[in-house]
């Protein structure tokens, strides 16, 4: 059987705003990981656009095309799908938006899964194979067990700049509101982890230093992540993750990561506005101190890749100053800003769908860096505003200077500088090395940065330390929270 695997482009990667280096940091673990239940006799292959131009006229017609759909991307997915079905080909979607939208989705696909695949997808393998493909696939039974190796043969590692990214659990075991992928995890076990064991070995088979784990919260369960960091250790790795601010404040599990070479985390603090956390059910974060999250990640030597989103019912015009203002006097090294948004199927779409405030269906415009609903506490165009200031603010040379001041060694606030304005000032060197098909050649600069930090301060000496007033009751959550939205597009793919 002849297999063809496609990740449409998100709408954001071919506009104007195209970031090409945000877009080319990780494959398709999801179309990978299914690729794995194919037998070795079929002819796969895995297209991802936003590395690559496809033409599916110019290619020879398969008889399976598999789609992965994400919000964004749905009318490029059923375009493509549409395409093939009109010449006799079967298709197959998946993904967080089939998921949210099944029946929108089905309109366009033979088959199409809800939920994750790792039990549905051999399913539907074996009823196809003998003529009756259900209409739809939903994923009750949740285990990694037994899961088969990623094919990792099927991906151009050479297009990525972190080709090494695993993932090696599913899910969360918080339910916020805005979370897109609540309704991914729908009726069944909604986070659950490989056996240690098992994720090892997959780790083993990734070649050089550098891995980024792209677990929504790869701290979630203490257990798992205690024993899978003490089987790290000393193995010589350098990676980067995503926790909560809950785990991050947990005595003990921080420094185990570190120790196994952890240097850099993904911390979604989200809001400066306490009250926007219960709203959100952000229960995990209440009462917390984000000034001793950042300490302590700092102390341990470890970046910080911090998210923000704006524009929930507690936010007014002043947010993003303030927003800013804390971020760089903490010294946060990069900071990724969204525009709340109400991804279907979540409790945050039903509330203010229910409260009358979405403004269209759009779903091209469900980026998070579009206003698709009315804000409470500013109107849509200061939101719009504020959110692209809020960019040029933080990544200004001034405040990234201002933010390496706040590190007390020399070494660490040139390597804030060096880190922070090469993600974010070199677009056109990134834009040579991805059209080149050299991105790759960046990831030993990558290594060594991440590898100098991991050096303990012998105690907090940063300034700043509580944020807006009374400084605790803060929004944060390292589990790409807002969007998994964006996190699971633009990171996770799954």
């Not at 997915?77 to 938006?97: I, K």
């Not at 660490?412 to 790759?440: C, M, N, T």
């Not at 990558?446 to 012998?458: D, H, I, K, M, N």
């Amino acid at each position: 059987m002849r297999v063809l695997m496609i990740l449409p482009a998100l709408t954001e990667a071919t506009s104007p705003l195209f970031r090409p280096i945000k877009y080319s940091l990780f494959p398709p673990l999801g179309l990978a990981t299914l690729a794995g239940y194919l037998p070795e006799d079929d002819e796969v292959r895995i297209v991802d656009e936003h590395v690559e131009r496809f033409d599916p006229a110019l290619a020879e017609l398969p008889d399976l095309v598999v789609i992965q759909a994400y919000i964004t991307s749905a009318r490029r997915s059923y375009e493509l799908a549409d395409w093939y079905r009109a010449r006799g080909v079967f298709v197959a979607m998946g993904g967080l938006h089939v998921t949210s939208l099944p029946d929108e989705a089905a309109a366009h696909a033979d088959s199409v899964f809800c939920g994750p695949g790792e039990d549905t997808w051999p399913v539907f393998l074996a009823d196809l194979r003998r003529g009756a493909a259900a209409k739809r696939y939903t994923s009750k039974q949740r285990t990694l067990a037994g899961l088969p190796p990623i094919r990792r043969d099927l991906i151009k590692r050479h297009r990525y700049l972190v080709p090494n990214s695993i993932v090696v659990s599913r899910g969360c075991p918080h339910h916020c509101d805005f979370c897109y992928k609540d309704a991914f995890f729908e009726g069944g076990k909604s986070f659950y982890t490989q056996a240690v064991d098992d994720a090892l070995a997959e780790i083993d088979r990734l070649p050089g230093r550098h891995l980024y784990f792209l677990d929504d919260h790869l701290f979630g369960n203490a257990r798992f992540a205690t024993e899978l960091f003490e089987g790290m250790r000393g193995a010589g790795r350098v990676w980067q993750a995503a926790g909560t601010v809950d785990s991050i404040l947990r005595p003990g599990l921080l420094e185990r990561a570190v120790d196994a070479g952890l240097r850099s985390l993904f911390v979604g603090f989200e809001t400066i506005n306490a009250g926007n956390l219960a709203e959100q059910r952000k229960r995990q974060n209440v009462g917390r101190d984000y000034g001793q999250v950042v300490r302590r990640l700092r102390d341990a030597g470890v970046m910080v890749n911090a998210s923000f989103v704006f524009g929930m019912d507690s936010d007014g015009p002043d947010v993003f100053d303030r927003t800013v203002d804390w971020a760089v006097r903490q010294g946060i090294e990069t900071a990724t800003f969204h525009i709340m948004t109400p991804y279907p199927g979540t409790g945050l779409f039903r509330r203010i769908e229910a409260e009358g405030r979405i403004v269209h269906r759009d779903w091209e415009l469900y980026d998070t860096r579009h206003v698709v609903y009315e804000p409470r506490g500013m109107t849509a165009q200061q939101l719009s505003d504020g959110y692209w200031r809020a960019y040029r603010d933080f990544y200004r040379w001034s405040n990234l200077w201002r933010g390496a001041s706040a590190k007390p060694r020399f070494g660490d606030r040139l390597r804030h500088l060096a880190y922070a304005g090469g993600w974010k000032k070199f677009e056109r060197v990134w834009d040579v090395l991805i059209r080149s098909g050299q991105v790759l050649h960046a990831l030993p600069l990558l290594e060594a940065a991440l590898a100098s930090f991991g050096t303990r301060s012998p105690g907090g000496t940063m300034r700043g330390s509580r944020v807006e007033g009374a400084g605790h009751d803060r929004r944060g959550a390292g589990d790409r929270d807002h969007g998994r939205g964006r996190r699971a597009e633009l990171a996770a793919r799954r």
